[in-house]
């Protein structure tokens, strides 16, 4: 009995600790260094470091550029989550229907996301190179002068386009996934019942996709904050004058370019702040106006 | 039993190999940020080394840009596992930092001295060496690719433009003259810069004698206030921005980007690094490429220009005994054949008097003409404190605000002054910043 007792106790913890084991090592030790190293102020090569409190926070938010950067990430990370995801919606309704050739479409429509997003910020940078690309060719003519070297809005204008090119397949498969799985009778019923396409879609398929556009609501906000490093770094870097630099760029750019580490641990502390309270706001006031 | 007596068979063989290894030569890491060609170049010089002598094996390892070279380096050093280089390249705007480091850094002089290595610091050429050491001489790391800024033109579109082929503008008075020429004759631009604040700021500034920084451009110092916004620069910004309405003045991106406007045909003059002549070359076909000095701003009498590039540092924390090879290494890299061919496959200057020397004799600056424009113009006038080279804490964070400020000129957001007046005050709190860090 004793034994059983002993068992009891310890098979939960054995249970769970792979799974805490992971959540330890890669999550909890690297944000606590995070926040430790956002209190240090010391040299590039650690050799002269200072505990400093909170000096490094002072420092940023004396700085116009890191709010500046505030207001980037959120024009950056509203238009690439909701014409993102208003993109694929478009597409899987018109991509849901019987037509020739629908299952051609549907694999295209999903191609870009096998694209890298370095690749695709490369790829788009050839379109729109100012001196040798396709489409500025095509603007100068109808009267644009394209450079987004120089103009921040058609840079923040290019990189909002790359990130949203490479995340539409990817929000339009879970769509699609999401329209197919709703039942057909229903759409007839209405249809019997004289609604027309409009009032179809608004009434019984947006509801019903509810979920999946909530689940894709998140993935994409947390896709616009970090996943689209990589296309900023090779379209933009962050340029011209500050005008892409999105939070997570900055991290980057203050830490590893500028050797700034205090500064940039201080950045992602932050940073992890907002992503915190960005999910508990979704789950706790959209979540609920959600039906399953 | 037989399994675990194999086992110790194979490790004893294993150690017996490696410190057979060892025994034969000391490995030597070399982290550089050299790729493409100058990769492979950066290879033979190595095997030439190791071949000429077998106490010391030096193994070259490409770690990517700058930036990543010096991050992936700091990082080595920073988890203490011994995994770190001998000796890294670190480029020049990188010098304050590798400085501030104290006990990280081996300065070259006092490795040198520590290793009893022969070594004369007059064999170097002053607006080389001078970039890299103290106020009082003492040089801490060791030049290896240097560059200057020099002008370029395309003979080609001179003449369909109807001016001289055969000479290009003395003074940036002439470069907006024939800039109008050139757009008048069709061409997309006049004329485009690389590396902006290289050329149009720091160059500028000691080509015309003018200070970047207070405290000796920082060298003597680190108190320092940044200085170039002064009436000098500020108006030829303001020049180059009047230009750019006629497409006299094009701007073409950062660091190098604005290199393929020039070779691709659409701007007819150009600033550029000595090391891009060979591609240049290459682009335009040798002929059609004419090479002068950097103009000057009306009848200015021209000081001597500063280098871009980098150079290698030797970083602490390894065996004393290692540390031999690194200095026998350094003089294998002051040797004048092979700056001498370092420098004629790469453009980048010679580090030695000795190395252009042997350039010349052989015949090369005949071949090419144009390849010696940019040691005259280091050796022009000995450097002043206004030209010996800059040494600015977080160099590479007001690099980039300079370049956002030149950027809002160029989109018309902002006035030359406006503009240099905001760099400096971003710039100098940068600066503090540094300061207290250090």
Known sequence: MKRAIFNDRLLPYLLLGPQLIVTLVFFIWPSGEAIWQSMLLEDAFGGSSRFVWFRNFERLFDDEGYWASFETTAIFSIAVATIGLALALLLATTADRSLRGAGAYRSLLIWPYAVAPAVAGVLWGFLFNPGAGLLPYYLNLMGVAWNHQINGNQALLLVIAAACWNQVSYNFVFFLAGLQSIPRALIEAAAIDGAGPGRRFWSIVFPLLAPTGFFLLVVNIIYAFFGTFGIIDALTKGGPARSTEILVYKVYSDGFRGQDFGGSAAQSAILMGIVVVLTVVQFRFIERRIHY | ?438
């Open chain 2, 1 to 438: 039993m037989k399994m675990s007596r194999i086992l110790a068979a194979v490790a004893a063989g294993v150690m017996l190999a490696t410190s057979q290894a060892a025994l034969a030569a000391t490995e030597i890491q070399w982290w550089h940020a050299m790729g493409g060609n100058l990769g492979e170049t950066v290879d033979q010089l190595a095997a030439q080394f190791n071949a000429s002598q077998s106490d010391y094996k030096v193994v070259p390892v490409f770690k990517g840009s700058y930036t990543e070279t010096l991050t992936a380096a700091i990082a080595a050093f920073r988890a203490r596992q011994n995994a770190h280089p001998h000796i890294v390249q670190v480029f020049e705007v990188g010098t304050a930092t590798m400085m501030a480091a104290k006990g990280a850094t081996y300065p070259v002089h006092q490795l040198m001295a520590d290793a009893n290595e022969p070594f004369d610091p007059k064999a170097y050429i002053g607006p080389v060496y001078g970039y890299y050491a103290t106020t009082d001489g003492k040089l801490l790391s060791m030049p290896f690719n240097s560059s200057t800024p020099v002008f370029y033109w395309n003979k080609e579109m001179f003449q369909k433009a109807g001016l001289d082929p055969n000479k290009g503008p003395r003074s940036w008075q002439d470069v907006g003259e024939m800039g109008k020429k050139l757009v008048a004759s069709g061409a997309k631009c006049g004329f485009t810069p690389q590396w902006q604040t290289w050329t149009l700021i720091e160059n500028f500034g000691a080509w015309h004698n003018l200070p970047y920084a207070t405290g000796e451009n920082g060298f003597a110092s680190t108190d320092i206030e940044l200085k170039f916004n002064d009436t000098a620069r500020v108006t030829l910004i303001q020049a180059l921005s009047d230009w750019s309405k006629e497409k006299v003045f094009v701007y073409g991106g950062r660091e190098g980007k604005s290199t393929a406007m020039f070779t691709g045909g659409d701007c007819g003059m150009h600033i550029g690094s000595s090391a891009s002549a060979a591609a240049i070359e290459k682009a335009l076909g040798a002929e059609k490429v004419g090479t002068t000095m950097m103009p000057v701003w009306g009848d200015t009498k021209p000081q001597n220009s500063i280098i871009g590039g980098a150079t290698l540092w030797a970083l602490q924390g390894k065996p004393k005994e290692e540390y031999k090879g690194v200095a026998k290494f350094f003089t294998f890299l002051s040797r004048g054949d092979v700056q001498a061919k370092w420098h004629q496959e790469t453009g980048y200057v010679p580090i030695t008097a000795s190395a252009e020397g042997i350039t010349a004799q052989a015949g090369f600056y005949q071949k090419f003409p144009g390849r010696d424009i940019a040691i005259k113009q280091l050796q022009l006038n000995a450097p002043t404190i206004n030209s010996k080279g800059l040494r600015i804490g977080n160099f590479v964070q007001i690099r980039d605000v300079v370049d956002e400020e030149l950027e809002a000129v160029w989109a018309g957001q902002k006035t030359a002054q406006q503009a240099l007046d905001t760099a400096v005050s971003r710039g100098n709190k940068l600066l503090k910043d540094f300061q207290a860090a250090n």
